[in-house]
T-cell receptor, first 115, second 114 residues
Framework: AQTVTQSQPEMSVQEAETVTLSCTYD???????LFWYKQPPSRQMILVIR??????QNATENRFSVNFQKAAKSFSLKISDSQLGDTAMYFC????????????FGTGTRLKVLA | KAGVTQTPRYLIKTRGQQVTLSCSPI?????VSWYQQTPGQGLQFLFE???????NKGNFPGRFSGRQFSNSRSEMNVSTLELGDSALYLC?????????????FGPGTRLTVT
């Protein structure tokens, strides 16, 4: 069975500093996709970044980047130059490409950016 | 383009009652997925509908059901409500099904069962 684990329920970071959120997953699949979603307080969840398992290069979106280690089944999110607007719940999600596609989400990490 | 909308936004029901939640996807999106979000459990996948057919189903009891209409709008029904059904119910739409399509989430319906 596929599982996604986020071992940090809560984290905080000072504004302008860098923070890394951890995510590990377990799967026997070889072809899959990984995502980080952000859910700001009382606002809709939005996609932050995605990574295809077949790509060795780590994905980057402005201040957000991932460290994808396929062998270790690790997919961490690095936020550089943290801003107050980054305060949110962050979910790691896994999508495996079998006959039916289904998202599996982690339990989330609540990140607070401190002024 | 309007985002995903969900109605109602808040709902309070009594144990044993039933409830229907509604989701309108982004125009042109044909896939709608439903999730239950609770503290400590994250998002649990309920089911996905595509072209009025259920494509995927999570591990929830039969009290949870859904349907999709020809305009892609979807409804989720929970019968015989239990206290443990209190949660934020999110719906997400995507362009198609069966691929790594980005999901766009609605604001959710917060259901409280007393």
């Amino acid at each position: 069975a596929q599982t996604v684990t986020q071992s940090q329920p809560e984290m905080s970071v000072q504004e302008a500093e860098t923070v890394t959120l951890s995510c590990t997953y377990d799967t026997s699949e070889n072809n899959y996709y990984l995502f980080w979603y952000k859910q700001p307080p009382s606002r809709q969840m939005i996609l932050v970044i995605r990574q295809e398992a077949y790509k060795q290069q780590n994905a980057t979106e402005n201040r957000f980047s991932v460290n994808f280690q396929k062998a270790a089944k690790s997919f961490s999110l690095k936020i550089s130059d943290s801003q107050l607007g980054d305060t949110a719940m962050y979910f790691c999600a896994f999508l495996f490409s079998s006959r039916t596609y289904k998202y599996i989400f982690g339990t989330g990490t609540r990140l607070k950016v401190l002024a | 383009k309007a985002g995903v909308t969900q109605t109602p936004r808040y709902l309070i029901k009594t144990r044993g009652q039933q409830v229907t939640l509604s989701c309108s996807p982004i125009s042109g999106h044909r896939s709608v997925s439903w999730y239950q979000q609770t503290p400590g459990q994250g998002l649990q996948f309920l089911f996905e509908y595509f072209s009025e057919t259920q494509r995927n189903k999570g591990n929830f009891p039969g009290r949870f059901s859904g349907r999709q209409f020809s305009n892609s709008r979807s409804e989720m029904n929970v019968s015989t409500l239990e206290l443990g059904d209190s949660a934020l119910y999110l719906c997400a739409s995507s362009l198609e099904s069966g691929g790594p399509y980005e999901q766009y989430f609605g604001p959710g319906t917060r259901l409280t069962v007393t």
